[in-house]
């Protein structure tokens, strides 16, 4: 039975810098000895660990799953997984669009705690109609990735969501 090439890709909630992607594909080929990852962002350069000299992480066939530390702040990207075979020649291929956002969610719920421990806060409409556009923006990601896999929406939104947190003196 041929190789149909599949994978998954999560982001680590306790190191959110760690993105984890799981070989899903089924059945065999016994071509492949090595798999390459690209993870391209919006405005098309490559995302790679620091000393990495290639657009693209090599990934061991031996082993079903690889982490790869690399997220400095949330991103919309289109992960291509290729399965080559010794000779390097990509004889699989499989993409797809994700959104990564966690340090936007984890700042959003920590606004909910303030809320939740303050109930004062919710007299002050700055704090107010900033959360919630956070919250918009943080859902608009989500939306650009599910319902049209636009990286580069997805990524304007996290950006605008980047702005409001690394000013939360002034929004918050």
Same mark, same amino acid.
């Given at each position: 039975?041929? &190789? ?31 798999? #390459?990852?690209? @993870? #391209? ?5 490559? &995302? ?6 290639? $657009?693209?992480? =090599? *990934? ?8 790869? $530390?690399?997220?400095? =702040? ?9 399965? &080559? ?8 291929? %499989? ?7 966690? %340090? ?6 920590? &606004?909910? %705690? ?18 919630? *556009?956070?919250?918009?923006?943080? =859902?608009?990601?989500?939306?650009? !990735? ?8 997805? =990524?304007?939104?996290? $950006?605008?969501?980047?702005? @409001? !947190? ?7």
């Amino acid at each position: 039975m041929a &190789l149909t090439p599949a994978f998954t890709v999560s982001q680590s909630f306790s190191t959110p810098s760690i993105l984890n992607i799981v070989d899903s594909s089924t059945g065999t080929d016994g071509t492949i000895t090595q798999r #390459r990852v690209y @993870l #391209r962002k919006s405005d098309g350069t490559y &995302l790679v660990p620091t000393g990495t000299t290639t $657009d693209y992480i =090599q *990934w061991s066939y031996a082993v079903s799953f690889i982490d790869i $530390d690399v997220l400095d =702040q949330d991103y919309a990207l289109d992960i291509t997984v290729q399965w &080559l075979n010794v000779s390097n020649v990509v004889v699989y291929t %499989e993409q797809d669009t994700f959104r990564f956002d966690l %340090e936007s969610q984890f700042f959003s719920y920590g &606004l909910l %705690e303030d809320v939740a421990t303050d109930n004062t806060i919710i007299a002050d409409a700055n704090f107010i109609k900033n959360a919630y *556009w956070l919250d918009t923006l943080i =859902q608009g990601a989500t939306n650009a !990735i599910t319902y049209g896999s636009n990286i580069q929406a997805s =990524q304007a939104c996290l $950006d605008k969501a980047k702005q @409001l !947190i690394d000013n939360a003196n002034f929004y918050f």
